[in-house]
């Protein structure tokens, strides 16, 4: 590296500087006569040498209102560009060091993930050389297997017939539930016939009130006409005395008839009036009897809805009909927990035996195969576990051989770091050390 590129490096700029611009700034230093290079350096259109001059100007100046200070050497800005060129060299050696340990660590992973590959693999290979009863029978609980899960999964689906709340109300109140379900429908029978009754009873009731109105009415509108008949016939009586009083006439046959008018009319109008007041009376006593019986009913009907209410409450349901159902999937879901246990029982019992062949047959990884038992069964399942394993190597290979290129790179990297600076050896084993990685530096 020349001494213009260590210029370049210090000062971060990307354009071509000769020799004798970094001459003239460094003159600039030493003379302390910035005004009058400073025109010369203006005539020159390169951005580059307008960055240096300010850069170095700026310098000058701080060194100028430092009373205490000395002029600075021609020496200092030779030590300061070492300086900042070790720093740079520390920071290259950093990241490539980084990268190495970055990358070993990466390929241990790698390899790692390479043997459990090839293990598998070799397990396949394994169990695809078994003599043929032995491949049977690993058939046989592998069929078994499968058949136990999905029964599993079947009985698992019941868990979600009933929320937690309901199935923990009914059990309990298990032994309860079927004679509470019976009496629910006893009472929701007894409670339509009741509101029935009630119906009934109120319609009763209005209708006596309604004959009885009519009834009383009646007896008004006889009043009105006794009160008219009795009228006319005292004035015809009147009539008639006024006539044989002023005719001298004998008037006799005519009073008596219009007094037995009278009497007629007045005994058969006395005569409705007394059946009148006894229906009256008669509809007054079964319009009471009709409320009293609908108020019992009523008593009845209400201790029946709040009986029906409080169980309704007590077991999370609106009627009978869904507590019924209720109690079907509660049976199914303690039919089908059973069932699970017992299978969830044999399906581990099962998965057992075939880690147990597994292990006898020398398999790496018995544990996998009782998840992977379609591929024992199907001989084309156990292809494509095969194929993808073999790629799944394949891309493992490409990808540490990656590695090892990066490895090598960053190895070739240090060593020439050591070759032209032979002070970076220790620096580079103090970075490495750490992780226990140690390299070649000769």
């Known amino acids: 590296m020349g001494f213009f590129d260590k210029i370049r490096d ?8 000769t020799e004798e611009d970094i001459e003239k700034a460094e003159s600039l230093v030493s003379s302390k006569k910035v005004k009058e290079d400073e025109e010369d350096i203006k005539k020159d259109n390169s951005k580059s040498k307008k960055s240096l001059f300010k850069r170095l100007k700026k310098k000058y100046e701080e060194e100028e209102t430092d009373s205490d200070s000395e002029p600075k050497k021609s020496s200092g800005l030779s030590s300061i560009k070492a300086k900042k060129y070790m720093e740079n060299e520390r920071k290259t050696v950093q990241d490539f060091c980084e990268q190495l340990v970055d990358v070993s660590f990466h390929s241990e992973e790698i390899k790692n993930e390479y043997k459990v590959v090839t293990s598998y693999l070799t397990d396949i290979q394994r169990i695809e050389e078994l003599p043929v009863d032995m491949a049977n029978r690993i058939i046989s609980i592998s069929e078994r297997i499968e058949k136990l899960d999905k029964n ?8 979600n ?21 019976k009496r629910l429908n006893e009472m929701e029978a007894r409670d339509t016939a009741l ?30 006409v006794m009160i008219t008949v009795m009228s006319v016939l005292l004035i015809t009586s009147i009539g008639i005395m006024i006539y044989a009083f002023v005719t001298r006439s004998n008037v006799t046959v005519y009073a008596l008839g219009v007094g037995a008018i009278a009497m007629l009319i007045f005994v058969v109008a006395y005569a409705k009036y007394i059946d009148l007041k006894a229906d009256i009376k008669d509809y007054d006593a079964k319009l009471k009897r009709a409320v009293s019986l609908l108020n019992k009913v009523k008593v009845k009907y209400i201790n029946n809805t709040n009986t029906l209410d409080y169980i309704y409450e007590k077991y999370g349901v609106h009627s009978s009909q869904e507590l019924s159902y209720q109690w079907e999937q509660y049976n199914i879901m303690v039919r089908d927990a059973k069932r699970y246990t017992h299978t969830n029982a044999e399906f581990k019992d099962r998965c057992d035996e075939l880690v147990n062949i597994m292990k006898k047959i020398g398999v790496e990884d018995p544990f996998v195969w009782p998840k992977q038992t379609n591929a024992l069964i199907d001989r084309r399942e156990m292809v494509e576990i095969k194929h993808s394993l073999n790629v799944r190597r394949q891309k493992l290979r490409e990808r540490l051989a990656t590695c090892e290129k990066i490895k090598d790179n960053a190895h070739i990297a240090l060593r020439a770091a050591v070759t032209a600076n032979p002070g970076m050896e220790s620096y580079i084993t103090d970075m490495l050390q750490p992780y226990n990685l140690k390299i070649d530096l000769h």
Not at 162 to 174: A, D, G, K, R, V
Not at 200 to 216: A, F, N, Q, S
């Open 10 to 17: 210090y000062l971060n700029e990307e354009e071509n500087l």
């Open 152 to 159: 599993r999964e079947t009985y698992l689906q019941s868990e």
């Open 161 to 181: 017939l009933l929320s937690m709340e309901q199935y923990n109300t009914l059990s309990n109140y298990e032994d309860n539930v079927p004679e509470t379900v």
């Open 195 to 224: 509101r029935s009754d009630m119906g009934y009873l109120e319609g009763e009731k209005e209708d006596l009130r309604y004959m009885r109105d009519e009834y009383t009415n009646i007896i008004s509108r006889m009043r009105g």
